[in-house]
T-cell receptor, first 112, second 111 residues
Framework: DARVTQTPRHKVTEMGQEVTMRCQPI?????VFWYRQTMMQGLELLAY????????DSGMPKDRFSAEMPDATLATLKIQPSEPRDSAVYFC??????????FGSGTRLTVV | QKEVEQDPGPLSVPEGAIVSLNCTYS??????FMWYRQYSRKGPELLMY????GNKEDGRFTAQVDKSSKYISLFIRDSQPSDSATYLC???????????FGKGTRLSVIA
C-alpha cells in the first residue's frame, strides 16, 4: 500500500528551538497539505502545495512557520522559534483529485 | 460559525447497534463530502466519499448527503468494538482543494 511518510513521529523540544518536520508524499500525488490537530481546534489547514508550488499558507503564523517543497518527494514544515502553543500533532496529506486525500501518521510535537 | 459543525460526543453504544453520525456545513460551494476514521495516535484514514446528494453504501457503512439542508450523515450497521474511533466529516470545493473538517465525534462500541 502506498503511504505518506512523516518524520519524526515524536519531537520534544524546548521553547525557542527550531523544529523541522518532513513529509514524503505518495509518488504521483501532485497536491500536498499540512494540517495541525489539537483537541480544541480539531484539524486546521496550515498550507498546501500543488505541483510543488505554494497555493495557500494563510493558516500559518507567518513570523515563525515556513513550509517548502524542495522536490516532489519532500515537503518540510519549519517552526522557528517554537513556542508551547505550537504543541500539537502535525499531519501531512497528499492527493491527486478531489476524492479524498491520504494522511501520514503525523508528528506529535511537544514544546516545553 | 465554523464552516463544518460536528457534535464531538463522546458516543457510546453496545455492540451490534446502529450508529448515526452527523455534520452540517454552511457553504454551498462545497461539493465533495468525505468521512475519515481516526484511531488513537494514528492519522485519519479515508472511509467514504461522495460527490452528490443521496446515499452511498459500502459494507456496513452508509454515507448520506442532503445538499438542500447542508447535512452529512454516516450510518454504521452492526457496530463492532473495532469501529471504536473518532469519525471526522470533511468537505471541499471542486478542484483538488483543501478539506475542511468537522472536529470529529469519538465513538466507543462496547462488547
Amino acid at each position: 500500500d502506498a503511504r505518506v511518510t512523516q518524520t519524526p513521529r515524536h519531537k520534544v523540544t524546548e521553547m525557542g528551538q527550531e523544529v523541522t518536520m518532513r513529509c514524503q508524499p505518495i509518488l504521483g500525488h501532485n497536491t500536498v497539505f499540512w494540517y495541525r490537530q489539537t483537541m480544541m481546534q480539531g484539524l486546521e489547514l496550515l498550507a498546501y502545495f500543488r505541483n510543488r508550488a505554494p497555493l495557500d499558507d494563510s493558516g500559518m503564523p507567518k513570523d515563525r512557520f515556513s513550509a517548502e517543497m524542495p522536490d516532489a518527494t519532500l515537503a518540510t514544515l519549519k517552526i522557528q522559534p517554537s513556542e508551547p502553543r505550537d504543541s500539537a500533532v502535525y499531519f501531512c496529506a497528499s492527493g491527486h483529485d478531489s476524492y479524498g486525500y491520504t494522511f501520514g501518521s503525523g508528528t506529535r510535537l511537544t514544546v516545553v | 460559525q465554523k464552516e463544518v459543525e460536528q457534535d464531538p460526543g463522546p458516543l457510546s453504544v453496545p455492540e451490534g447497534a446502529i450508529v448515526s453520525l452527523n455534520c452540517t456545513y454552511s457553504n454551498s460551494a462545497f461539493q465533495y463530502f468525505m468521512w475519515y476514521r481516526q484511531y488513537s495516535r494514528k492519522g485519519p484514514e479515508l472511509l467514504m466519499y461522495t460527490y452528490s446528494s443521496g446515499n452511498k453504501e459500502d459494507g456496513r457503512f452508509t454515507a448520506q448527503v442532503d445538499k438542500s439542508s447542508k447535512y452529512i450523515s454516516l450510518f454504521i450497521r452492526d457496530s463492532q468494538p473495532s469501529d471504536s474511533a473518532t469519525y471526522l466529516c470533511a468537505t471541499s470545493r471542486p478542484g483538488n482543494t483543501p478539506l475542511v473538517f468537522g472536529k470529529g465525534t469519538r465513538l466507543s462500541v462496547i462488547a
